[in-house]
């Protein structure tokens, strides 16, 4: 009875040990990779100058993540995601999520082309932020082949009063020829702190996004 009892609990602190380093392992290469990702995805330098040291976890209802340039489609991306990153809650943010590749990525006469602006969030409660655009789905035109949709979270150095137009997600107006750089540069933000990007294209859930975009 000791022999097997003490062979269950090595066995357990063996397993906890395990999860432990697996758990740490993954953290780092997570963290270590965001530098890379938005280097080979072009992002930097000609989105922004520097790279995040942490990679976002984004996460849509659909159950569909953002994972380092993925392909994901509009209808999987249709809702909000959430948004989880290292921060403290005594912290004010900054998230964006835009597409440089407007209406292509070869002819980008539109960059950029914002989807989400939220300021001024408590932490990486993005719910309880500043909504400056609301978010609207991802909606690569047909035949415009994949687009790039970069999320990019900035640490305010307080709370910041903002005096950009709000745009809902019912008008398209407004959101063309964004650079996230520029407003970084702005609201003295300096470098993300986080950030990911998935790529997509056109589906047939874009088309439900012009008509309702184009009824007002």
Same mark, same amino acid.
């Given at each position: ?9 090595? /066995? ?17 290469? !997570? ?5 890379? #990702? ?8 000609? %989105?922004?100058? #520097? ?29 909000? =995601? ?20 407007? =209406?292509? /990525? *070869? ?5 950029? @082309? ?6 001024? %969030? ?19 035109? /047909?035949?415009? *082949?994949?687009? /790039?949709? &970069?999320?990019? #979270?900035?640490?305010? *150095? ?6 950009? =137009? ?10 063309? !020829?964004?650079? &996230? ?8 933000? *300096? ?10 294209? @056109?589906?047939? !859930? ?11």
């Amino acid at each position: 009875m000791i022999f097997s009892g003490s062979r269950i609990l090595i /066995r357990k602190l063996f397993e906890s040990t395990n999860q432990i380093l697996f758990r740490n392992k993954t953290n780092v290469r !997570y963290s270590s990779n965001a530098s890379e #990702v938005f280097k080979n995805h072009g992002v930097v330098p000609e %989105i922004i100058p #520097v790279a995040p040291k942490e990679l976002l976890k984004v996460t849509f209802p659909s159950g569909a993540t953002a994972d380092g340039g993925n392909d994901l489609t509009p209808t999987q991306v249709k809702d909000p =995601p959430k948004i989880n990153f290292q921060t403290q809650s005594s912290h004010f943010n900054l998230l964006c999520l835009t597409d440089p590749d407007s =209406p292509s /990525r *070869g002819r980008p006469t539109y960059r950029e @082309w914002h989807h989400w602006l939220v300021g001024n %969030i408590p932490g990486d409660d993005v719910s309880k932020g500043e909504i400056l655009s609301d978010y609207i789905s991802p909606c690569p035109p /047909r035949t415009s *082949g994949k687009h /790039r949709y &970069i999320f990019l #979270v900035y640490k305010q *150095g307080g709370k910041l009063t903002f005096d950009e =137009p709000r745009l809902g997600n019912k008008r398209s107006s407004n959101r063309e !020829y964004f650079s &996230i750089k520029k407003f970084a540069e702005k609201y003295k933000l *300096g470098n993300p702190i986080a950030g990911n990007l998935f790529l997509a294209e @056109w589906d047939e !859930y874009v088309e439900q996004i012009y008509e309702n975009l184009s009824k007002l």
